[in-house]
């Protein structure tokens, strides 16, 4: 026997609006020296369907800000496990933008997006540390590391690690790229175990790139010619952190499956950082030809972005939880399997974890 740290419940919470690619039919679209792009919009929207894979993707309510969205999805997760919130030791969150309102795009994170939840939740116990991670896209991975950390050192017994963000409160409605962003929120009770079967948390890969790649995600003013350059939204260099990506993810995927000690066949699902649907193919086939495998195996990379977009550091708590609940058609988890998770973003941070069921 010995102690792992395994994964006892599992909670989401999706936005109820969706937004059709249809629905930006109407904005006016303009590149970073704000020239209103020649295309029509009707071009925009195909093309970016095409290279996004993005079909709809979902927004909070009005009413509803980041932590709200992960109250309910941690809410979900302890009751998945069937745990008391007064148990739990750690809780972790992963955001960037704290909460957002709807009439006011200034980052609200006093007190913490972690310390509301834990107030939300109606915890009491003083013990339980609740404190946020900011990482990009990877922070719900770099909290599950964390929270394998903890448990294994013996610092805690159980963790609450959730991801969640309102990108829609954060966007440009000029610039084309506001398309990929979502919301959504998803979270996951890691718990200490005695097992004899090697599984849980196996191993993982963790990497921070600054020196060039700091600022390819960033805050910048708004491509519109009459917007408030004061008001700043979420931008990026696409081509960069396309390339970025497809020459490091592969390689941490592969570093965190080398140190688990299980094989790429043995290899049952892959759950990647929704990030744009393009890009993911291109990680994917890249990882599995630094096995010399040329043909991405069937059935192995459930993609929710088509539906629910770019929601960052919920996108992969939130298709874990639909796999593993088996609300994701074609895609099933049964015990034994072994699965890698895998994300990247600004930063720019990488990270991967192997996990056995």
């Not at 195909?46 to 941690?74: H, P, V, W």
């Not at 496990?81 to 007064?86: Q, T, V």
């Not at 609740?130 to 294994?152: E, L, T």
Request: glycine residues 8%; hydrophobic residues 35%.
């Amino acid at each position: 026997m010995h102690i792992t740290s395994k994964i006892s419940g599992t909670g989401s919470y999706i936005p109820t609006i969706a937004k059709d690619n249809s629905d930006f039919l109407s904005n006016t679209f303009y590149d970073d020296k704000k020239t209103q792009l020649p295309q029509g919009n009707d071009e925009i929207i195909q093309k970016f369907l095409e290279i996004t894979g993005i079909e709809s993707r979902r927004y909070a309510k009005e009413e509803m800000c980041n932590s709200d969205m992960g109250t309910i999805a941690a809410q979900r997760a302890l009751e998945d496990a069937g745990i008391d919130a007064e148990s739990i030791d750690q809780i972790i969150v992963a955001h960037n933008f704290g909460d957002v309102s709807i009439n006011n795009q200034q980052s609200n994170i006093l007190p913490s997006i972690s310390a509301r939840i834990k107030h939300n939740l109606k915890i009491k116990n003083p013990s339980c540390v609740a404190y946020d991670i900011i990482f990009g896209c990877p922070g719900w991975i770099q909290g599950i590391i964390q929270a394998d950390a903890y448990i294994k050192s013996g610092i805690a017994k159980n963790c609450l690690i959730i991801g969640t963000e309102t990108l829609s409160r954060v966007n440009d409605p000029h610039d084309r790229d506001s398309m990929i962003y979502s919301d959504g929120a998803g979270a996951c009770v890691v718990s200490k175990k005695e097992t004899n079967d090697n599984s849980g948390i196996l191993a993982y890969a963790s990497e921070s790139y600054t020196f060039d790649e700091a600022y390819y995600l960033r805050y910048g003013a708004s491509y519109g010619p009459d917007a408030d350059n004061l008001l700043l939204n979420i931008k990026m260099d696409g081509r960069k952190i396309y390339e970025f990506a497809l020459n490091h993810v592969p390689q941490a995927m592969k570093a965190a499956l080398e140190e688990s000690g299980r094989t790429v066949d043995e290899v049952k699902k892959i759950l990647i950082h929704q990030a744009n649907e393009k890009m993911d193919d291109a990680i994917i086939k890249r990882f599995f030809k630094l096995y010399g495998i040329r043909k991405v195996p069937e059935n192995m990379v459930p993609m929710s972005i088509d539906k629910l977009g770019n929601s960052s550091v919920a996108t992969i708590p939130t298709l874990w939880d639909l796999v593993r609940k088996e609300h994701f058609k074609g895609h099933t988890i049964e015990q034994g399997d072994v699965l890698l998770f895998a994300s990247v973003g600004s930063g720019m941070n990488i990270n991967a974890f192997v996990y056995k069921v």
